[in-house]
């Protein structure tokens, strides 16, 4: 029997959200998870609230949805926001009812910004690894670390002689005029972006175009490729040495010898030096490219140096799901503590998207 095409729905509805969502979601064992996470910062959450006042959007549902975003590769707060109101999967794992109105996206990007202020997305990643069913999964004593551009909020276009000598001059052809950057000698020393001047101009390799950037870091434990460790700096080519010893340096204060694997850029004497004074073994590959390796046998000749060498290469899947799926290639964002909030909240987000698969294998 053929049903009938009914274009009105009920006037009353009683939808139970719960039932909605099936039971083997993936959302699930995520959401669990992340609740787990946040009880655990609900100081962090009071010290940056004033007890006067009207409630705003509670920090909990903040750090959800922006979850979601990073989830779904959702580009912008007011998408976010059309898909908060119609999506009934997203107001379950947001926490918010069914009669709930989605919040305005210019209230919600205003609420996150006060969470810059006490460094959450480096404490939410911590929290989440310190549960006792996650800190389980680690490894304490074998480390790979690496390091990503994210190109910056800001177009080529906007970057000025420090000087003030290429302002244009008054009454010309407006903001966004034809430039020529032919033949121009650009460096960090002596030009700035006028729209982002933390952004650094920064190229790959010989032959590449410059680009202004920021350098994001991480730093992965090698059993199950889970990012322990995420920091952002300025680019520059000593940025990746400078970081990975800031990222290691709290795991060398251990009786027993540690690793860290890494890729050519980071076979130089000081940094490999600076490992071994921390009782850090450098799984570094060897650089010899007309010069001489800081690695010599007495750390290739080891097994373990292989095996290093292979899994380091876990971070990149790390760096391409934070790139791609989380939409960090290109930050939205301007300045570098806001762009290294968002980044160390996607290495977060890739954490906990890989973590359900990994509690569900027995142990």
Known sequence: MRGGDNLTGELFSYVDLEARVRRDHPLRAIRVTVNEGLVALEREFA????????????????????????????RSERLLMERLEYDLLFRWFVGIGVDDPAW???????????????????????????????????????????GTLIEAWASMKSVKPKDGSGEPPAGGVGRNAEADFHGQK??????????DPDARLYKKGKGKEAKLCFMGHGLMENRHGLLVDACLTLADGHAERVAALHMIEPRAD???????????????????????AMKVT??????????????????????????????????????????????????????????????????????????????????
């Open 47 to 74: 010290a940056l609230y004033s007890p006067l006042g009207r409630p705003s959007i509670p920090p909990e549902k903040l750090l959800r949805a922006m979850l979601l975003q990073a989830f779904y590769s959702i």
């Open 104 to 146: 305005d996206h210019s209230v919600f990007s205003k609420n996150r910004e006060r969470l810059l202020e006490g460094d959450i997305a480096a404490k939410f990643l911590s929290a989440v690894l310190a549960q006792p069913k996650v800190k389980k999964l680690l490894s304490t004593d074998h480390f790979s670390v690496d």
């Open 186 to 195: 650009r460096t960090n020393d002596t030009h700035a972006s006028t729209t």
């Open 254 to 276: 251990r009786p027993l010898a540690i690793t860290l694997g890494a890729d050519k850029a980071y076979d130089t004497e000081d940094f490999v030096n600076e490992l071994r």
């Open 282 to 363: 450098p799984h570094v590959a060897q650089n010899t490219r007309g010069r001489s390796s800081a690695i010599d046998g007495r750390t290739t000749r080891h097994s373990g140096y292989a095996v290093s060498q292979r899994i380091r290469k876990r971070i990149e899947e790390a760096f391409g799901w934070i790139k791609t799926v989380a939409r960090q290639d290109k930050t939205r964002f301007r300045g570098r503590d806001r762009v290294e909030w968002a980044f160390t909240f996607a290495a977060a987000a890739y954490n906990l998207v890989r973590l359900p698969k990994l509690m569900a294998v027995p142990a």
